[in-house]
């Protein structure tokens, strides 16, 4: 935002007056906006009825993060000039708009912000800036494709508007054209080399195309050029998270924490940095900012009861409340009969779709949507903050053999839909190739479409009697001609019993991995450089469960060594051999 020069009017002739006027542009200019909004103040003191003068008050305000007081000037100033024709061309009505919208946009007020820039464009729709500003304006609100559209206006009017080309891009980020995104920040950077700004966004939008040793440039740039942009050293460091190099992104979350100690997302970064490190203490403790993030902070709402802090003593009555996935609920189960032991009587709030699963926990099941309503517990916890809670360790970590069961009565079943669809004598392999598209970091964790097909063509899988059956479920269910074993599932209970039933499961990181590693059955899980923290950064083995068996790319993005490696273990990836498992199956837990 531009501060204006004071259109000629009627005004006082004192010298002081105009010499307060000419220090306050100085000041702006030099971005010495605290002197600035003095300047104008006296100025203004002087001259009562300068309307250009109070906007540029208000822009030296709203450029200073004074928002409440720039939010009254500016209004004053629309109140003086909306309807004063007296004005006519030399009104500063337009300046007066922009201005308003800037502060509506930097007070989080979206829809007002959109009226303001409208009002400005309205008024004058020749003005690239108006353009621009709505542009912002409406990619705060959520419409990529409207801002795009108003900022495309902007650079039609005037192609060196580079506060519309910053938000081209990011309006093109947003609709996930991550390429185009790169391609109008280049253009944007091409003119100002110095904004730290678009290095940042350029950077993010590289690391979405996982093009890390790119964005890591982008992003050292930006808190080069400003080192006080919290943004660049939250983007940096996980950057440095995805990449592997856990102490730099400690290094940058804590550089970040020091800006803005009341920041979550440092927070939560460096913890997942530590968890990944194997650290469980200062790792589950820095996690617990989670649940002060903006948008996934959401989820966290009161509990009823006050927090548990570790404490069993006999008789109290306990609330667990489930968050995240499944497969985060099914990870956790494992505390509860150990704290049911200790004498707690416990409440787990979960998904309907684990209670069959979980029914012999000792547990009282209820429905997470219910958990907040519900009454008479003495103490109540977020289920992701028991290890916090409890002071876990990675050699602390309970129950690693199994410790769920499948039903008898649903193995039966499950038996005998396999002896239908498969042939006998040979290792029956269950497959999840996709996750809940809705994850986070599911592009990352999911395979990409035909990955399993040397799997599928190695000897013994492609062999008459098809011992290959598919446990996907959702979107990508199909992609491959193998026997759907999730025709016979209504919930995890029954997939705890097709699980119990085969001789191995590989699948991608989602909730089956932790079903099979909760019962005990083996399971070879395919994970990306960039897993989630319970896996850790390197080996195959895990603490959480013994069965599973892990294997990692090499690199972000190339599933052939994952593939390469479970073919191997299973038995899979050279000539054909009487069996193409080489784990046992073990002792299933059945109830």
């Not at 409207?146 to 039609?156: M, P, T």
């Amino acid at each position: 935002m531009k501060v204006m020069h004071r259109p000629d009017m009627s005004r006082p002739d004192d010298e002081s007056y105009e010499a307060r006027l000419r220090s306050g542009l100085e000041a702006y200019r030099c971005a010495n906006f605290a002197a600035a909004a003095h300047y104008f103040t006296e100025a203004l003191r002087l001259n009562p009825v300068d309307q250009a003068a109070r906007i540029n008050l208000a822009n030296a305000l709203w450029a200073s993060g004074a928002l409440d007081e720039a939010a009254l000037v500016s209004q004053a100033a629309l109140d003086q000039l909306i309807g004063a024709p007296a004005w006519g061309a030399a009104s500063p009505l337009f300046e007066a708009w922009m201005i308003n919208g800037a502060i509506r946009l930097a007070r989080g007020d979206t829809t007002g912000a959109i009226a303001a820039y409208r009002a400005a464009v309205a008024g004058r729709p020749a003005a690239a800036s108006g353009h621009a500003g709505l542009a912002a304006g409406l990619l705060a609100q959520g419409d990529a494709a409207g801002a795009e559209a108003e900022a495309d206006a902007a650079l039609a009017l005037d192609p060196g508007c580079w506060h519309a080309w910053g938000t081209k891009a990011a309006s093109l980020a947003a609709r996930a054209d991550f390429t185009g995104a790169i391609a109008a920040y280049d253009v944007a950077l091409a003119a100002q080399p110095g904004n730290a700004g678009f290095w940042l966004n350029r950077g993010a939008a590289k690391l979405d195309l996982d093009a890390l040793e790119a964005a890591a440039q982008d992003l050292a740039m930006a808190t080069r050029l400003d080192p006080t942009m919290v943004p660049a050293w939250v983007t940096r460091g996980y950057e440095a998270c995805l990449a592997g190099r856990l102490d730099e992104a400690i290094a940058c979350a804590d550089r970040a924490i020091s800006l803005d100690p009341e920041h979550p997302q440092p927070h939560w970064n460096r913890g997942i940095a530590l968890l990944l490190k194997g650290d469980y203490p200062a790792g589950f403790a820095a996690y617990e900012w989670r649940k002060r993030h903006p948008l996934h902070g959401r989820a966290f709402t009161r509990l009823p009861a006050p927090i548990w802090q570790g404490a069993a003593v006999a008789g109290r009555r306990l609330l667990i409340r489930a968050e995240q996935g499944m497969g985060d609920t099914i990870m956790l189960a494992r505390f509860i009969p150990d704290l049911a032991a200790r004498g707690l009587r416990i409440t787990l709030a979960c998904a309907p779709v684990l209670h069959r699963l979980l029914q012999d926990v000792p547990a009282r099941l209820i429905d997470l949507t219910a958990a907040n309503e519900a009454g008479g517990f003495d103490a109540a916890i977020d289920q992701m903050s028991l290890p916090l809670a409890l002071g876990l360790t990675r050699s602390s970590i309970p129950r690693a053999d199994g410790y769920l069961s499948a039903d008898p009565g649903l193995i039966a079943g499950a038996r005998a839909w396999l002896a239908q669809h498969t042939a006998p004598a040979r290792p029956r392999i269950g497959l999840v190739w996709a996750g809940n598209p809705g994850h986070d970091n599911d592009r990352r964790r999911s395979l990409p479409p035909g990955a399993f097909a040397p799997l599928l063509a190695a000897p013994g899988l492609n062999a008459p009697g098809l011992n290959a059956v598919a446990l996907q479920f959702g979107a990508q269910r199909g992609a491959y001609p193998i026997p759907d074993a999730m025709t016979m599932v209504r919930d995890y209970a029954d997939t705890a019993a097709i699980i119990a039933s085969l001789d191995a499961v590989v699948t991608v990181d989602t909730s089956v991995a932790h079903l099979a590693g909760a019962l005990g059955v083996p399971c070879h899980i395919m994970l990306s450089s960039a897993c989630d923290w319970r896996w850790g950064q390197t080996g195959a083995d895990s603490p959480w469960y013994r069965s599973v068996r892990l294997h990692r790319q090499e690199r972000l993005g190339d599933w052939s060594k994952p593939i390469e490696s479970v073919m191997a273990a299973l038995g899979c990836g050279g000539a054909a051999s009487p069996s193409c498992v080489s784990v046992t199956s073990g002792i299933q837990n059945i109830k």
